[in-house]
C-alpha cells in the first residue's frame, strides 16, 4: 500500500501545479479572489505560514509584497520549483514538511497560516485534527489562519 507523501508525489509529476493558478480562467479567478482574502489579513512585515506551499504562487507573491514568509511543502519536486522560483527573494524560507506534524516551527510563531493544499489530500480524520492543531499551534493568539478545502458533500 503506497503512503500518502508516495500518492501525492506521483499525482503532481503528472500534472503541471506550477500553472494552475495561470493557465484558465478558474485558476487566475481563484488566485485573486485568495489574494484578496489573504490581503484583509495580512500587511506588509507580517509573518505568514503557508503550509502546502506548492510551488509557492501564494509564497512568493506574498514575500514580493514585504511579508515575511515560510513556505512548507510536502512534494520534493514542488518544493524543488519553489526554491527554483524564489531564488534572490531574502524574505522567504521554504522547508519539505508535513501538515500533520510541523514540530520544527515554534509554538506562536505567525500572524497569518495558510492552509489551502492539505486539506485537499489527508483522507483520515485523525490527519484532519492533527494539521489543524498544528496550523492553531504555529499561530500567534489573535493570528489568522485560512483554510481551502473540499465538502464531501461537493461529489453529490
Keep these: 500500500m503506497s503512503t500518502r507523501h508516495e500518492i501525492l508525489s506521483d499525482f503532481y509529476s503528472q500534472i503541471d501545479e506550477d500553472a494552475r493558478l495561470q493557465k484558465s ?24 505560514l503557508e503550509i502546502g506551499a506548492g510551488t509557492g504562487r501564494y509564497s512568493i ?3 514580493k509584497e514585504g511579508m515575511d514568509v515560510t513556505a512548507v511543502e510536502l512534494v520534493e519536486s ?3 520549483i519553489l526554491r527554483k522560483n524564489s531564488k534572490g527573494i ?3 524560507k ?3 514538511g508535513d501538515a500533520t506534524n510541523l514540530e520544527f516551527l515554534g509554538d506562536s510563531s505567525f500572524d497569518v497560516t495558510l ?3 492539505p486539506l485537499y489530500h489527508l483522507y483520515e480524520s485523525e490527519d484532519v485534527h492533527k494539521a489543524i492543531d498544528e496550523a492553531i499551534r504555529v499561530t500567534k493568539p489573535g493570528g489568522v489562519i485560512l483554510f481551502a478545502f473540499i465538502s464531501v458533500f461537493a461529489i453529490m
Excluded at 27 to 43: H, K, P, S
Design 115 to 117: 492552509v489551502f493544499g
Design 94 to 96: 521554504s522547508y519539505q
Design 78 to 80: 514542488n518544493l524543488a
Design 25 to 48: 480562467r478558474h485558476g487566475q479567478l481563484e488566485y485573486l479572489v485568495t489574494m484578496n482574502y489573504i490581503r484583509r489579513f495580512a500587511a506588509k512585515h507580517s509573518k505568514v
Design 61 to 63: 507573491a506574498l514575500a
Design 90 to 92: 531574502e524574505n522567504i
